[in-house]
Structure formats: structure tokens, C-alpha cells
């Protein structure tokens, strides 16, 4: 039985993070999404929020899990009994981080292995960043984020919040 560990900020969970999340959830025999925390990122969601929706978005996948942590992703991936994570790559520019935060995380425990899957090319160029941003400003977002997260967004947006 192998559990892989999906951890990101996920503020919000976009289509290229569900694309990432399904294609893993046919390889392992369990995933766990764990939402978080960035200490490089200020999130626009809280914790709970983010943690919600990936609840609803990945109900109907049986093999996943959804959690969320504050902490060390190792000290997790440990508890967890887990010896995989699972990040997204797109372009060059996500390399040079996730390379770093794979070698620290090897670093601290060389038996949990980064895996890392490439986007799918329509999702390349989307991220949470550039889908708050384009939502600021009452931009279209539907294409771009699971259902319920776009439901959210339009919400915050009539009410001035987002
Ligand atoms: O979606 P993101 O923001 O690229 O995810 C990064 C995340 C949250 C996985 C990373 O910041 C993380 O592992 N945070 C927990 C703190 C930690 O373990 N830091 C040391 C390893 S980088």
C-alpha cells in the first residue's frame, strides 16, 4: 500500500492542481491533499476555507484524502506513515524552488522521496496567483477553477472581499 502526499497552499485549488491530484490518485493506492502553510506566501484564504474547498471539489475521488497541517511537511509526511511527495511542475521558473525545497526535504529525512509530475500543457500557465489576480478584477475565471471555487470567488467579488 503506497500513500502519497499532496501538500500546497492550494489558495485556491485550481484545475491544474485537480489535473496533478487525479493523475497521481491512478498511480498510488492513496493521496492525501494537505492543504499548507507558505511562510512565503500571505494566503487569501484561510486554512479552513482552502480546506473546504478541496473537500467538495474532490469528493468523488475514492482514493483521496484531504487534510491539512500546520507544521513541517517531513514531520507530516511521517506522521502519515508516508514515504512520497507528490509536487506539480510547470515551467522553468517553479524549478528552481521545488528543487531547493526537495533537497531540504531530503535532507532532513533521505527515505521520503519527492516525485514530481509535469502540468498537462492546457494547464501550464494557470496558478492560484494569476487566478486571484485576473478574479480581482471581475475578470472570467470559470475555465480556470473547480465549481464550487469559482462559486466562491464570484461571491467574494459582489461583495467586495476578494
Ligand atoms: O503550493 P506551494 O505554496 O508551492 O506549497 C509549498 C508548501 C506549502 C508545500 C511548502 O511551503 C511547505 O512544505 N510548507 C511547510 C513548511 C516546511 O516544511 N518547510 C520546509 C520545506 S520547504
Avoid: W
Amino acid at each position: 500500500m503506497i500513500t502519497a502526499i499532496y501538500p500546497g497552499s492550494f489558495d485556491p485549488i485550481t484545475n491544474g492542481h485537480l489535473d496533478i491530484l487525479k493523475r497521481a490518485s491512478r498511480i498510488f493506492d492513496k493521496v492525501v491533499v494537505t492543504v499548507m502553510e507558505n511562510p512565503r506566501k500571505k494566503p487569501m484564504f484561510s486554512l479552513e476555507e482552502r480546506l473546504e474547498m478541496l473537500k467538495v471539489t474532490t469528493a468523488g475521488i475514492a482514493n483521496v484524502e484531504v487534510d491539512c497541517y500546520r507544521g513541517l511537511l517531513i514531520n507530516y509526511v511521517k506522521e502519515k506513515q508516508a514515504r512520497v511527495i507528490i509536487k506539480g511542475l510547470r515551467a522553468i521558473t517553479d524549478f528552481e524552488v521545488e528543487f531547493q525545497m526537495a533537497l531540504i526535504n531530503r535532507k532532513l529525512d533521505q527515505d521520503i522521496e519527492t516525485m514530481f509530475m509535469m502540468t498537462s500543457g492546457q494547464h501550464s500557465y494557470l496558478s492560484s496567483s494569476i487566478v486571484k489576480e485576473v478574479a480581482s478584477y471581475g475578470g472570467n475565471v470559470e475555465s480556470l477553477v473547480p465549481p464550487c471555487v469559482y462559486k466562491k470567488i464570484v461571491r467574494m467579488y459582489k461583495e467586495g472581499t476578494l
